[in-house]
């Protein structure tokens, strides 16, 4: 793929949709604006501008180039960017595929180096075909075969080899549903129920306190516990639609995480990039004896999860973690290391103590 190439149409949408999420409050103040009729139609023809033809126009000025040595993004509309991003530097490669791309074979693509700023990737790719990605990936994995000159001579995408998988890890329903049960999550979705009870009509919500003081105490408690129940059900659904065929891959020297229903959400990692692994449990989960595994990684490509941390294993329990992960990451041990409590003599501690 060495001739630059416009993103598949269906991007516009995409891009349309991340305008409406940004300035949606250019149509409030439209909408509510005191103005006349040609006031009006000025205004909306500039907001159909912004939500629309802005967009089409940052599709037309994009396009892309993945080459054997790096990969290539021309944008811009006044100023034009020629950004170079060479296989070395990558740090993550995210495939996100929402459920109207996938007849069509397409997804998003962003790619991050350890050096960008901000919460944006260096390069989004709205629409792509999927095998973009499978290109990048080999060519990532492919050492240059020859020199000549400075420039590496890398065989062509035809005889590229794909390396083989040395690990693999799938959740099971059982494990999932384990995790939605133990998910603390529902406390911020009971904190959205509460906001949405705020911003009810002060008549409404004065009649339902009035007729909660009428209510028996038994009652009024069965309302709370209903209350908290629709919360966590909700946190539940969510926590299952999100880890959907949970995935974990170890493929060469890349380690690769592929979760969801609506949206299918693959993350690519370089293990020589993966700085810590973590493993957390919350309260339910250490009396359960469960465990989240994560990694942290120089990338916003899990800025989506708890901590930013990338997961890659849900939900395991506490004495088999180290054991399953160790094909995966082979740095860590296959069993933890016993801990003896620490004790200190008191002759010690006095003499520490300042006179």
């Not at 991340?18 to 006031?39: C, E, F, N, P, S």
């Not at 909306?44 to 180039?65: D, E, H, K, N, S």
């Amino acid at each position: 793929m060495t001739k630059p190439k416009h993103t598949h149409p269906l991007g516009v949408l995409q891009q349309i949709a991340q305008a409406l999420k940004d300035y949606w409050y250019l149509m409030v103040i439209l909408l509510t604006a005191r103005l006349g009729h040609l006031g009006f139609a000025i205004s909306l023809v500039l907001l159909i501008l912004v939500f629309c033809g802005w967009p089409i126009l940052r599709w037309a000025t994009l396009t892309y180039q993945i080459t054997p040595t790096a990969i290539i993004i021309h944008s811009g509309i006044l100023v034009r960017h020629h950004e170079h991003i060479p296989y070395s530097r990558v740090q993550t490669v995210q495939r996100k595929q929402w459920f109207y791309l996938r007849p069509f074979q397409l997804e998003e693509l962003l790619i991050e180096t350890a050096s960008h700023e901000g919460h944006a990737p260096e390069a989004r790719l709205a629409a792509v075909p999927t095998t973009a990605a499978h290109l990048i990936a080999r060519y990532r994995q492919t050492k240059p075969t020859a020199t000549t000159g400075s420039a590496a001579v890398i065989p062509d995408q035809t005889t590229v080899a794909t390396g083989t998988v040395q690990a693999y890890y799938r959740i099971n329903p059982q494990d999932l549903v384990k995790f939605g049960l133990t998910s603390m999550i529902f406390v911020p979705f009971l904190l959205v129920l509460l906001g949405l009870y705020n911003k009810l009509p002060k008549s409404m919500t004065t009649a339902l306190v009035t007729d909660a003081t009428h209510l028996a105490r038994v009652l009024l408690v069965s309302a709370i516990v209903a209350f908290i129940m629709i919360a966590w059900l909700g946190a539940f659904i969510w926590t299952l639609q999100r880890y959907y065929h949970f995935e974990l891959t170890r493929q060469a020297d890349q380690l690769e995480t592929a979760r969801g229903f609506f949206q299918r959400n693959t993350v690519s990692a370089p293990l020589d990039r993966i700085q810590a692994v973590r493993f957390k449990q919350n309260l339910l989960r250490q009396w359960l004896h469960l465990q989240t595994v994560q990694v942290l990684i120089a990338s916003k490509a899990a800025g989506d999860e708890d901590d930013n941390d990338l997961v890659i294993m849900p939900v395991i329990q506490a004495d088999q973690a180290m054991a399953t992960l160790h094909p995966f990451i082979t740095w860590l041990p296959t069993t933890l290391p016993s801990l003896t409590a620490l004790t200190v003599p008191v002759d010690a501690i006095k003499s520490a103590m300042p006179c």
